[in-house]
Structure formats: C-alpha cells, structure tokens
C-alpha cells in the first residue's frame, strides 16, 4: 500500500480507564511483538527456499526434493501466525455494512459480540487440534523424514495465540460489564444449542437451512468475521448432528490451508507491495499520463489501464488500488473530476481486473477444483480487456465535453522518457506470464522470481528501496494473508460437510435439470455469484462453490477456464458494488472519499460490467481462444 495509507505495525494501545483494559494493552502490544518476528522471517523463509528450488532444479539440474515439502511446513506456521496478527489488527474479513449502520453505542456493543463469537470457536477447536497435531505424529514427511507433528503443531499454536489476543482485545476495547454482557449473549446461544442438539439429528439435511443459511447469515450481518462464521457453522453442524468426530473441522481446515498453490498468496501480495515501494506502479501510471492525459477522460482512461497494468503484478487488490489512486486523484479532482466518480470508476476497475494473472482468484480456484493455473493466466488476460471497453465506454459517455483548455499534451520526448522509465515495469507481468508458460517456475514458484525482479529493479534502476519499511512490510505480507488463508481453510471444512451431507448430489441434480442447459446454468451462476461476491467476499465464495459447481459445469459442456472467468468477473462485480461490497469501501477508505458519493456515479459502471461479463459468457473465445 502506499506510504501515506501503509498500516503501521505499531497500533495506539491507549485504553480506557479501567485497570484491566491498560493491563492487557501492555500484554497485547508484547504479545504481538513476539509473533511479528517469527511472522516476517518466515515470510523470508519461504522466498529462499521456493528460490532455491527454481534455481536448483531450472539452472543446476539438480531438483531438491524437500524445497516443496519444507516450503509446506513453514507455510502452516505462516499462515497460523499471519491470523494471529490479524486477529490483533482487527482485519479478518468481515461484513460491516448492517453493523456500521447503527448507533455507536450499538456498534460497538455488536463488535465485542463478533470479538466473543470468533472467541467461542477458538475455544471449541483448540481441543481437536492439540490431538489433530498429536495425531500426526504417527506420519513422516517423506523427503524430510520427520514427524509431520512440525507441521501439524502450527494449527493448536495458532488457535491459542488468537484465543489469547480475544481475550485481550475484549478486554482492551470494551467495558467490563459490556464485555461480561457479550460473552454471556454468546454462551447462551451456544448452551440453547447443545441443549437442543439430541433434536436435530432427525431433520436431515433441514440443518443444512439451520446452520448454513441461518446460522452463517446470522454471523456474517452481525459483523462475525466470515471464516470464523464459516467455523462456528461447520463446527455446530458436526457435533449436534452427526456422530463424525470434531476433530474432522481441524483435518479439513489443515487440509484447505496447506494446498501447495496457495503458496503464492502470501508471495504475491508481498510482490504487490514491493512494486508499490520500489516506484514501479508510479512508473507505469507516469507514462500512461503523459501518453493520453491531453484527451477527453483521459486520465480516467489511464486509470483504467493502469489498474490492468498493475493488477497484472500485483495480484493484491488492495495494493493495486493504493499504488494508483494516490498517483492520479490529485491531477483528476483539478480537472474538475467529481470525487464520487473517482471513486466509482476505481472500484469497476476492481471488479474488472479480478481475472488478470496472477490475481489470487486465479490460484484459489486452480487449487480448489484443479483447473490448469498457466490456463488460467492465460485466459484471464482478453476478458479484462473487454470489460475495460465497456468502462473506457462509459468514461466516454460522461466526459465528452470536458474543458482541456488548462491541459499541456506531453511533448514526444516526454512520452518517449517516461516509457523508458517504465518499461522495466511494463515487462514485468509478461515476465511472470512467460516463466509460468514455459515451465521455468510453477506458478507457486514464480512469484519468487518477480520479487527478485522487484527489488533489483528498485535498487538499481528507480533507485527507491527503503529499507525501513521491510519489515513492516513482511508484517503486512502475513497478516494479510492469515486473514485469507484461514477463510480458504474454514471454507473448505464448510464444503466438505455440505458434501458429506450429499447437498452436492441434490445440487448438481437440480442444477443439471434447469431448463435452457448451458445459457441458464451460465446464468444462473451469475446471479449467485454476484451475490455470494457482496456477502461473502470472493475467495471463501470460491472456495465455498466452486468444487459443487465445477464438475457440474463440465457436465454441461462449458469449459472449465470459461467458466472460471464467468464467475470470477461475477464475483468481483459483487465485491466491488455497494452496499454490501467490502471492496467499494476499501476503495473509499483508499481514496478517503465518502461511501454515498459514490453510490449514484458507480450504477452505470456497474452497468458497463455487466454488459461486458454478458460478452464474456456468451463468447467462450475470449477466454479459451488463446489455450
């Protein structure tokens, strides 16, 4: 993110008045210090040895065969770790539309209820864990032939750490007898439950409505962050209606985490921040300016493209938005640009990018249903085109009789300047593209060869790497994506329940029978997907959905790679629109613009998207044509 929107690892632990609140400011504030270190070395850890691993097995010919199973142990650890820092940090994914709504008073109530109820399934699950971990032992890692109890013990260390930092933050952040009130709302909800679990066996899969509907819908609007909703859900559905042992919950969310592919979150969004500090991202966004800043909504045109540019190597949103807003607004508002629009037109171009590799969506939904990651990347390219036209239209359409008379056009040589101040960057994405395609890296691996890129390029070519934020940087790197990874492990235990419980049977029947076959199948999984995108953010969407409906898919004749961009694209239009989209308000709070102004302006880009994903799902060329 950019410097003056880069989160402080340092947070202001300046409390209340009560003892008990400054007590465990102090404990937390030392507690937190003790995880970011392991937590920034471990993301060290893993650029070295997935490095390694390219360099040994591309340039020596001699592949190490503990490299992946090395990286997969410290990867849980990471993950476990990254969770916690953002448990303190109060960033786990969550929905806050409703909640913010209210009154402070009841807000902030509603936020110890989420605290607690996060609490509860800490609780819950730090039991089977301990044996989960204890479990392992039993097994050996093959290459590094030692008990996969290392790996393992990352699960109850985890789940403990962030038990402790809610109690701390309960402690720190409410009142005594607010925090006594929140707690015993949760209690009673999970005592009424128990207590009428010897009833719910006998209603069959209507406990699915219970707890996954009801009961996850509940979580979410209340403010729960949504894996520990996805959690509390799957842990309750286990134990009151089934006889499977509890510590299932722990195996499928070690199961979810530990995917070799997702590897390259946390690798990508520390890429993503990197090229946001190394001036990279301002390069591309400079000669962009200059190339088409003399043209009618020009510079909305270059935001447009940047985003594309930059979203190509990134693979973090966020970090995309906060390397590009901070570089054009300023010029924009003095044009004359309305700050509603602003924001409005960055989070479309959120929505429209979701599917340029290696977005992260891409890897997630590579991992979960086994579709090809270099497909992927490669078919993710031309439907983020079409949509960007469908946006560049409307930008048009709008600013077709702006005033340019204050406008200087960028000499020749001024363009030609700025292009060659940018071609390192420019050339990055196809880099990464081309390692993946040509078997150089996996796409696990290859973010590992943009980072060197990265920081060779800002220490020798833009000359801007400041070592100082490195280490807040790594920090944010885990924290970021402990948030991620534990939605993608909860998210996985969801679906396996609702698998087992044969959901999935009854799914694919009934989706399988609707009428119009392929048309109303792609349609319907627009519509669901745009609104799972706004309520469930896009990941645990995916990684919810996305092994009922694949196969489902296949079934009907689309292609896999098609259909990927279909409901990617859909779920980023969720995402990004409000009122629900947490992705419109990270947009706000990037551009620091307020959310209403941008309600009226974003409809008819919202539109535009729209058409544009029409286009992508009725012509599977656009996605499958370059394969």
Not at 539 to 553: D, K, S, Y
Request: charged residues 10%; hydrophobic residues 60%.
């Amino acid at each position: 993110m950019s410097q003056e929107h880069h989160r402080e690892i340092e947070v202001d632990y300046a409390l209340p008045t009560h003892a008990s609140a400054k007590i465990a400011a102090v404990v937390e504030k030392f507690l937190i210090r003790l995880v970011n270190v392991p937590a920034a070395l471990l993301v060290i850890a893993e650029v070295g040895v997935l490095m390694m691993g390219v360099i040994w097995r591309y340039v020596l010919h001699e592949p190490l065969i503990w490299s992946d199973e090395l990286a997969g142990i410290l990867f849980l650890w990471l993950a476990m770790l990254g969770s916690v820092i953002s448990m303190q940090r109060g960033e786990h994914m969550r929905m806050t539309a409703i909640v913010g709504a209210l009154q402070p008073k009841w807000r902030s109530f509603i936020d110890l209820i989420a605290i607690a109820a996060a609490l509860a399934f800490l609780i819950m699950t730090i039991g089977p864990a301990y044996h989960f971990a204890a479990e392992e032992i039993w097994v050996t890692t093959p290459a590094l032939e030692i008990p996969n109890t290392w790996r393992a013990a990352a699960l109850p260390v985890g789940i403990f750490l962030m038990l402790l930092v809610s109690v701390l933050r309960l402690l720190r952040t409410g009142g005594l007898r607010e925090v006594a009130l929140a707690i015993l709302a949760i209690a009673v909800i999970v005592g009424v439950m128990t207590a009428i679990g010897g009833y719910l066996s006998p209603l069959g899969n209507w406990n699915l409505l219970l707890f996954f509907v009801l009961g996850v819908g509940s979580l979410v609007f209340l403010g729960v962050p949504i894996a520990f909703s996805f959690g509390l859900a799957t842990f309750g559905y286990i134990a009151l209606t089934t006889t499977t042992p509890t510590m299932v919950v722990i195996g499928r969310m070690d199961e979810g985490m530990s995917h070799i592919i997702l590897l390259a979150v946390p690798l990508f969004v520390l890429l993503g921040l990197l090229i946001e500090m190394t001036g990279m991202a301002r390069a591309m966004v400079g000669f962009l300016a200059n190339l088409l800043g003399h043209v009618r909504g020009g510079l909305s045109y270059v935001l447009i493209g940047a985003m594309y540019l930059v979203s190509g190597i990134s693979g973090s949103k966020a970090a995309d938005m906060a390397a590009v807003a901070p570089a054009l607004f300023p010029e924009m508002r003095k044009r004359g640009a309305k700050p509603g629009d602003l924001v409005a037109l960055l989070s479309a171009t959120g929505a429209q990018t979701e599917t340029i590799p290696p977005s992260i969506v891409l890897i997630t939904i590579g991992s979960v249903t086994g579709v090809s990651i270099a497909a992927l990347f490669t078919g993710g390219m031309l439907p983020g085109v079409i949509l960007g036209l469908t946006l560049a239209a409307v930008v048009w359409w709008r600013y077709r009789n702006e005033d340019l008379s204050g406008v200087t056009r960028a000499s020749k040589s001024e363009i030609a300047k700025s292009f060659v101040v940018a071609l390192p960057a420019i050339a990055q994405p196809f880099l990464i593209r081309a390692a993946v395609i040509e078997g150089v890296a996996t796409a696990t691996e290859v973010s590992t060869i943009g980072i060197a890129y990265t920081v060779l390029a800002g220490l020798l070519i833009y000359r801007r790497f400041d070592w100082s934020r490195i280490f807040p940087i790594l920090v944010d790197t885990a924290a970021l994506s402990g948030a991620i990874l534990l939605i993608i492990g909860a998210a996985t235990a969801m679906a396996w329940a609702l698998t087992q419980s044969g959901f999935s049977t009854e799914l694919a029947i009934f989706m399988k029978g609707l009428p119009g076959g392929t048309t109303t199948f792609l349609a319907v999984s627009v519509v669901a997907f745009i609104i799972l995108g706004s309520v469930l953010e896009g990941i645990p969407a995916i990684v919810l959905f996305g092994p009922l409906l694949f196969p489902i898919a296949r079934e009907v004749g689309i292609h896999e790679v098609h259909y990927s961009m279909v409901v990617i694209l859909a779920m980023g239009m969720g995402l990004f629109a409000p009122p629900f989209g947490v992705g419109y308000y990270a947009a706000c709070a990037i551009s620091r613009i307020k959310p209403d102004e941008g309600m009226k302006p974003i409809v008819g880009y919202m539109i535009a998207l729209l058409v544009g994903l029409m286009v992508v799902a009725a012509i599977p060329w656009i996605s499958i044509g370059f394969l």
